[in-house]
T-cell receptor, first 114, second 113 residues
Framework: AQSVTQLDSQVPVFEEAPVELRCNYS??????LFWYVQYPNQGLQLLLK??????LVESINGFEAEFNKSQTSFHLRKPSVHISDTAEYFC????????????FGSGTQLTVLP | DTGVSQNPRHKITKRGQNVTFRCDPI?????LYWYRQTLGQGPEFLTY????????KSRLLSDRFSAERPKGSFSTLEIQRTEQGDSAMYLC???????????FGPGTRLLVL
C-alpha cells in the first residue's frame, strides 16, 4: 500500500519570498510522483512529475521538485512566489499495479500575501 | 484537445434522491478514472475503466455507487439514495494507457440536503 503525507496544511508566505511545500511518501516499490495544483472551484492541474532520470524536475512557471529516494521525499519549491500562486497543492503517487490510480496527500494551501 | 469535461458542475439534491454525473474524457484516452474529494482532503480513488471495461470497483464507497462507460467514451457515475455524507466534489480523469499523466476535469460538486 502507498501513502502520501503533506506535512503542512497551510503555508502563508509573502510575495517574492521563497517557499517549500513538503511531501513524503511511503511505498515498497518504485513510484512515480506528481504535484498537482487546484484553484478554487476547479479541478486539478498537473504542475510537474517525476517518472525517472534526473531527480530534479521543473515546471514552466518556476516551481521545481526534487525526488529523494533515501528520504522518500518529493518537496516542492519556488524561489520567489507571486500572488497568483495562491492555491491548494497536492502531492500524489502513482500505484505500482495495473490500475495506476493516484494516491493523494491531504493538500497544502499556499497563500501568498502582498 | 478540449480537455476533460464534466456535467453538471454543481448539483444540489435532497437526501434519498438518485443523482448521475457525466464525464467526457479527452478523445483518444482509453483510461478513465473517478475520484471523490471531500472538504480539506485530497482526492480519493473510486474506480477506473480501460475502454468500456471497469477493471477496479472495490473502492466504490458502497453498493449505492455505480459507474458505467458503455461505449468506451463518456462515463457516468450514479449515486442512489443519496446521503448527506455523499456531499463532495466528484472528479474524473483520463489518460492514455502507458502514459503516467492523468488529466482532470473540473469536477462536479454535489450537495445533499
Amino acid at each position: 500500500a502507498q501513502s502520501v503525507t503533506q506535512l503542512d496544511s497551510q503555508v502563508p508566505v509573502f510575495e517574492e519570498a521563497p517557499v517549500e511545500l513538503r511531501c513524503n511518501y511511503s511505498s515498497s516499490v518504485s513510484v512515480y510522483l506528481f504535484w498537482y495544483v487546484q484553484y478554487p472551484n476547479q479541478g486539478l492541474q498537473l504542475l510537474l512529475k517525476y517518472l525517472s532520470g534526473s531527480t530534479l524536475v521543473e515546471s514552466i512557471n518556476g516551481f521545481e521538485a526534487e525526488f529523494n529516494k533515501s528520504q522518500t521525499s518529493f518537496h516542492l519549491r519556488k524561489p520567489s512566489v507571486h500572488i497568483s500562486d495562491t492555491a491548494e497543492y497536492f502531492c500524489a503517487v502513482s500505484s505500482s499495479g495495473s490500475a495506476r490510480q493516484l494516491t493523494f496527500g491531504s493538500g497544502t494551501q499556499l497563500t501568498v500575501l502582498p | 484537445d478540449t480537455g476533460v469535461s464534466q456535467n453538471p458542475r454543481h448539483k444540489i439534491t435532497k437526501r434519498g434522491q438518485n443523482v448521475t454525473f457525466r464525464c467526457d474524457p479527452i478523445s483518444e484516452h482509453n483510461r478513465l478514472y473517478w475520484y471523490r474529494q471531500t472538504l480539506g482532503q485530497g482526492p480519493e480513488f473510486l474506480t477506473y475503466f480501460q475502454n468500456e471495461a471497469q477493471l477496479e470497483k472495490s473502492r466504490l464507497l458502497s453498493d449505492r455507487f455505480s459507474a458505467e462507460r458503455p461505449k468506451g467514451s463518456f462515463s457516468t457515475l450514479e449515486i442512489q439514495r443519496t446521503e448527506q455524507g455523499d456531499s463532495a466534489m466528484y472528479l474524473c480523469a483520463s489518460k492514455i494507457e502507458g502514459s503516467e499523466t492523468q488529466y482532470f476535469g473540473p469536477g462536479t460538486r454535489l450537495l445533499v440536503l
